[in-house]
């Protein structure tokens, strides 16, 4: 079983809640670290502009490059629900291998604090909520239902399967990768 995200980018406002709710629930710092973040994007030119908003986590890819890239084996899939974790007692930290992972990924989603020997961190889908039989915090925070979280095959049935491989704006298909996400555009 692949979990994975939904994102509708026809409801997100750009509130900004699933960040404030994850930096909460994992207890991130203020600082640079963003475990989920929500890109504005705007378009046009006067008088036909546009913005739209674009969740950016780690998309627990079906092939991560960041698994590969860590020289100390830090970061790995689970195999009950292929979650890419990290285990950040093995991270060499952003100085210890020069964020390896972090120029590997397509997505930026590895993160970093602001101290120069942090560990790297990122989106782990709360593991901790789905043991518990909740999903994300992020998902559950957005006041938009912008956010969704499953099985990739469920995900498929309730939304379809736009996995982003057409336009979806501000968001590149990484066909290497295979991020585990799908979206519904902005039209």
């Known amino acids: 079983m692949q979990l994975g995200l939904y994102f509708d980018q026809s409801r997100c406002t750009g509130c900004f809640t699933c ?3 994850c930096k909460d629930w994992n207890d991130i710092p203020a600082g640079p670290a963003f475990w989920i973040r929500v890109a504005t994007i705007e378009q046009g030119k006067f008088p036909n502009v546009s913005v739209n908003f674009l969740a950016k986590t780690c998309y627990h890819c079906a092939e991560p490059p ?3 890239a860590c020289p100390a084996g830090a970061i790995t899939k689970l195999k009950e629900n292929n979650i890419v974790v990290v285990e950040q007692e093995a991270c060499l930290g952003r100085a210890g291998c020069g964020s390896a992972c972090l ?9 970093f604090g602001i101290d ?3 560990k790297m961190e990122k989106c782990n889908l ?4 789905w043991n518990e039989g909740k999903k994300p ?3 559950e925070a957005c006041p938009m239902r912008a956010l969704d979280a499953g099985p990739m095959e469920d995900l498929e049935q309730r ?4 996995r982003g491989e057409t336009e979806i704006v501000g968001f590149t298909y990484h066909n290497g990768c295979k991020p585990s996400i799908l979206f519904k555009e902005k039209k």
């Open 19 to 21: 960040m404030v709710a």
């Open 66 to 68: 960041c698994v590969p």
């Open 103 to 111: 120029m590997a990924c397509p997505y930026e989603a590895p993160q």
């Open 116 to 118: 120069p020997d942090s």
């Open 126 to 129: 709360c593991l901790d909520r």
């Open 137 to 139: 915090v992020c998902v």
């Open 159 to 162: 939304y379809g399967s736009r």
